[in-house]
């Protein structure tokens, strides 16, 4: 017989079987309603947030928490994109389970992974191209070049099951708490909501015209597909391209290199040789 994840013997209770304090998932609210405190949802939750933080903390910590409804709409700015807005209850899930996993995420990632980590962020990133640059050039006294390469329909490609698989066993081998298969779980439960399924739509359904398919989840590959507005969508997407940050940096060797999200660049000398990567990349990505 297979022993799941979150059986429980009928001796005793397996390590890390603690749970969720008040604590730690009020800190998490007083974090998420920073920037969205002004919203609907965030309001209405404001009104009688203690009792609605302990409600919400006995259906975590008895294994009864299920997302609600998110809302789906279209923004055209920088470019045209489909966001999922979760309830502001699952917000606060969702910073829960960054706040828990994010020291642990920074002791693995690069120096120079830019996206949603404090400090860094675009106009770090631009200022390290720069820095590339002018280092590989010998400060302009020879020709460098530049490889820009990005993820077609990176969000909605995300394998939830490859990333699932991954950062459970990242948590077990680096997340020592006695909440760790609680926070197993609200990561499963976060990883294979689909938003799809029960979401309200803001807007015209015309709004999704000219969007293409990859750049939606209502079109994505079965089991795949993160929601773009969920900080828990970011940080994970960090987390899956953690492997290609450390193949480049270490199995490839390139010195100059910078990641935003899907976005990446690699800057060298020779450009037959960043030429002859691009293949190896696409490779490396697709297994």
């Known amino acids: 017989m297979q022993l799941n994840l979150f059986d429980k013997p009928t001796n005793e209770l397996p390590a890390g079987n603690g749970k969720i304090t008040a604590e730690a998932l009020f800190e998490a609210y007083f974090t998420c309603r920073k920037n969205k405190r002004n919203t609907y949802n965030a309001l209405a939750f404001e009104l009688d947030y203690e009792h609605n933080l302990i409600e919400l903390l006995i259906k975590i910590n008895n294994h009864e928490y299920k997302p609600r409804r998110s809302i789906a709409f279209i923004v055209d700015k920088p470019v045209k994109r489909e966001i999922f807005a979760a309830d502001f209850r699952d917000r606060v899930v969702h910073h829960l389970i960054i706040n828990k996993l994010n020291p642990f995420f920074e002791r693995e990632f690069i120096y120079d992974n830019y996206s949603c980590r404090v400090g860094k962020g675009t106009h770090f990133g631009i200022g390290r191209a720069d820095t590339f640059i002018r280092k590989c050039s010998e400060n302009y006294k020879s020709d460098c070049y530049i490889l820009?390469?990005?993820?077609?329909?990176?969000?909605?490609?995300?394998?939830?099951?490859?990333?699932?698989?991954?950062?459970?066993?990242?948590?077990?081998?680096?997340?020592?708490?006695?909440?760790?298969?609680?926070?197993?779980?609200?990561?499963?439960?976060?990883?294979?909501?689909?938003?799809?399924?029960?979401?309200?739509?803001?807007?015209?359904?015309?709004?999704w015209v000219g969007l293409p398919d990859n750049k939606s989840l209502f079109h994505s590959p079965a089991s795949c597909g993160l929601p773009i507005g969920n900080l828990t969508s970011q940080i994970f997407a960090n987390f899956y391209m953690n492997s290609l940050d450390h193949f480049v940096k270490s199995k490839l060797g390139i010195r100059y290199y910078g990641r935003y999200v899907d976005d990446f660049i690699l800057v060298h000398k020779d450009k037959d040789y960043l030429t002859s990567l691009i293949p190896v990349i696409a490779e490396f990505l697709r297994s």
Do not use: S
């Not at 066993?169 to 029960?198: A, G, H, S, W």
């Open 148 to 207: 820009k390469l990005d993820i077609q329909g990176f969000f909605m490609h995300i394998n939830r099951q490859i990333l699932f698989d991954r950062l459970q066993q990242f948590i077990r081998n680096k997340y020592q708490e006695n909440d760790m298969l609680l926070l197993t779980e609200l990561c499963r439960i976060v990883i294979f909501n689909d938003p799809t399924k029960n979401c309200i739509i803001k807007g015209r359904k015309k709004d």
